[in-house]
């Protein structure tokens, strides 16, 4: 397994707390990604970062936010917890991408998240 | 942005049968395909990658085909075994520059002895 780890692995939580969740790569990969993955939704994408203070949305982004402020560490924040982000979520990094590369993506090993 | 329609939920194919699954895919045609293997309770793993110009693909047991006039991608196991049951799911770039990835929900597995 590429070198990336995720804490906590197992989290429940009560709505509206604040809950952060860490993924730490030892790759040095300049690309990192937070998914949610939900039965019949499938992986999506929440943020992702491009370099360090670098960051972007994705498709599910409103109730999170990130932080990298280390090329191996990926912080996702949720500011006040609700019930429907209730998920599985993966940290993912990539070494390539750009037009010319194909973006091979390598996931840690989830954190399971409950709100009460 | 990419909308990605994986054939079936769930899939049962005989040991030692071809498992076939299909990845259809909308808009815009992309500069790759890519598929993972995910097993319960643990994080996708990617499998492999077949580029816009590559009709075909093998990794030993595994072939990807590529139809970008179709957009769809198939995605073979030949002589199946249980232990790849899992649940496969494709990928494609969401956008142009490459850098996201748009999932299909994916489709489970599962190999009968």
């Known amino acids: 397994d590429a070198g990336i780890t995720q804490s906590p692995r197992h989290k429940v939580t009560e709505t509206g707390t604040p809950v952060t969740l860490r993924c730490h790569q030892t790759?040095?990969?300049?690309?990192m990604y937070w998914y949610r993955q939900d039965p019949g939704h499938g992986l999506r994408l929440i943020h992702y970062?491009?370099?360090?203070?670098?960051?972007d949305k994705g498709e599910v982004s409103d109730g999170y936010s990130v932080s990298r402020s280390k090329t191996e560490d990926f912080l996702l924040t949720l500011e006040s917890a609700t019930s429907s982000q209730t998920s599985v979520y993966f940290c993912?990094?990539?070494?390539?991408?750009?037009?010319?590369?194909?973006?091979?993506?390598?996931f840690g090993p989830g954190t399971r998240l409950t709100v009460l | 942005s990419q909308k990605i329609e994986q054939n079936s939920e769930a899939l049962n194919i005989q040991e030692g049968k071809t498992a076939t699954l299909t990845c259809n895919y909308t808009?815009?045609?992309?500069?790759?395909l890519q598929w993972y293997r995910q097993d319960p309770g643990r994080g996708p793993v990617f499998l492999l990658l077949?580029?816009?110009?590559?009709k075909e693909k093998r990794k030993e047991r595994l072939k990807v085909t590529f139809d970008t006039t179709l957009k769809q991608s198939l995605f073979h196991i030949t002589a199946s075994q249980p232990a790849d049951s899992a649940t496969y799911l494709c990928?494609?770039?969401?956008?142009?520059?490459?850098?996201?990835?748009?999932f299909g929900t994916g489709t489970r597995l599962t190999i009968i002895p």
């Open positions: 993912a990094i990539s070494g390539t991408s750009g037009r010319f590369s194909y973006n091979e993506q390598f």
């Open positions: 790759e040095n990969h300049r690309y």
């Open positions: 970062s491009y370099g360090v203070k670098d960051t």
């Open positions: 808009n815009y045609s992309p500069a790759y």
């Open positions: 077949i580029r816009e110009n590559e």
């Open positions: 990928a494609l770039p969401s956008n142009f520059g490459n850098e996201k990835l748009t």
